[in-house]
T-cell receptor, first 112, second 116 residues
């Protein structure tokens, strides 16, 4: 079975650019999560979808972060405009509806 | 809010020696959170190592064990004899608010290096 697929693996952006990260969850999983990982803050939840409906959009990240789930097998995370403090690893995860998560390998974003 | 504390950022152990990685938690949103250990091997994504949902019970996987201790609010990860292939980053986590979602609270992670 294919796991969670994230693209690209690495992204470099100039300050002010718009970037879009992509995620394909495990086939058949109902829940999809976007997490951000930094050395200072650790793993933080950005967004959470259940059956394509946005359940939580991570309050502090509402401003410039927008996650969408266009269909049950594809999600995007848009950051607009990017800032240097957005440099982090962005992780996508999916689950069958419980709390056991399957993670992708992540996208490492560097904002210059 | 909920929190998870891993006191050691890095641990180095010689192969075949025993290991303990400490994890304590504070769950204000739910009385009995589910507890997890996730692991990230070099070049790979985070994956579930073990999960325990009942206080007092022990979970085990790949030679690792962790016991859900509600009295001390701890969930330490142990292994009797580590191997070089166990070198990875280990994350303790809990599922608060609603254990039917993947809204997990993670610790900061412990980098384990096993020396040959």
């Amino acid at each position: 079975d294919a796991g969670v697929t994230q693209t690209p693996r690495h992204e470099v952006a100039e300050k002010g650019q718009t970037i879009i990260l992509k995620c394909e969850p495990v086939s058949g999983h109902n829940d999809l999560f976007w997490y951000r990982q930094t050395k200072i803050q650790g793993l933080e939840l950005l967004s959470y979808f259940r059956s394509k409906s946005l359940m939580e959009d991570g309050g502090a990240f509402k401003d410039r972060f927008k996650a969408e789930m266009l269909n049950s097998s594809f999600s995007t995370l848009k950051i607009q405009p990017t800032e240097p403090k957005d440099s982090a690893v962005y992780l996508c995860a999916s689950s069958l509806g419980g709390d056991t998560l399957y993670f992708g390998a992540g996208t490492r974003l560097s904002v210059l | 809010g909920d929190s998870v504390t891993q006191t050691e950022g890095q641990v180095t152990v010689s192969e075949s020696k025993s290991l303990i990685i400490n994890c304590t938690y504070s769950a204000t949103s739910i009385a009995y959170p589910n507890l997890f250990w996730y692991v990230r091997y070099p070049g790979e994504g985070l994956q579930l190592l073990l999960k325990v949902i009942t206080a007092g019970q022990k979970g085990s996987s790949r030679g690792f064990e962790a016991t859900y201790n509600k009295e001390t609010t701890s969930f330490h990860l142990q292994k009797a004899s580590v191997q070089e292939s166990d070198s990875a980053v280990y994350y303790c986590a809990l599922s608060g608010y609603n254990t039917n979602t993947g809204k997990l609270t993670f610790g900061d992670g412990t980098v384990l290096t096993v020396k040959p």
